[in-house]
């Protein structure tokens, strides 16, 4: 199979603080890897695309410096939420898709749970 | 913009039973479409996904029918268990290039022991 891994999978901080979270693929290697936000009770929302070796690229209303993405290599993104603030609380996921792959099936992380009091 | 909407946010089904979930889509340029069930604070997991030159696939107790003219995707799952309680959510893309996906809004699944 192909398992996508997060870390941390629970986020506590203060008001202000900046915090990183981490996308690995344990055992294939991913081009690209995508990072989503989802709120309560609701979808998940596409926040950025990360390509190796290259710039992210953000959705609409998105901003990329607050939400800082590194892609340093083909099993590695991370996603630093900067001055974090309690409206930044989420539920946020990223998902790789398989270098070379004739599908486009996205295989998705278990998550991370940022909570900003 | 184009979205994927889903038409019952909640279904509640009898252990045993067939479950049907819907789904409609906007974007007359997907061609890839992909079920994935969410469990509570994990992430999802795929399902079942079909491409837009096929109507109906199959796998194990789910299948996927897509109609293409309405712009309609549905899941069904047969003899819906109690571990199939999960929010399931319908996604398409446009596929090659690592395209993004939208994903519709979800559907709640209960069942009933």
Known sequence: GAVVSQHPSRVICKSGTSVKIECRSLDFQATTMFWYRQFPKQ???????SNEGSKATYEQGVEK???????????LSTLTVTSAHPEDSSFYICSATRTGSHTDTQYFGPGTRLTVL | GENVGLHLPT??????????????????????FIWYKQESGKGPQFIIDIRSNMDKRQGQRVTVLLNKTVK???????????????VYFCAETVSGGYQKVTFGTGTKLQVIP
């Not at chain 1, 979808?43 to 695309?49: D, E, H, Q, W, Y």
Request: proline share 2%.
């Open chain 2, 72 to 86: 309609h995707l549905s899941l069904q799952i047969a003899a819906t268990q109690p571990g199939d309680s999960a």
């Open chain 1, 43 to 49: 979808s998940l929302m596409l926040m950025a695309t």
């Open chain 1, 65 to 75: 410096d607050k939400f800082l993405i590194n892609h340093a290599s083909l099993t």
């Open chain 2, 11 to 32: 279904l509640s089904v009898q252990e045993g039973d067939n479950s049907i979930i819907n789904c409609a889509y906007s974007n007359s340029a997907s061609d890839y």
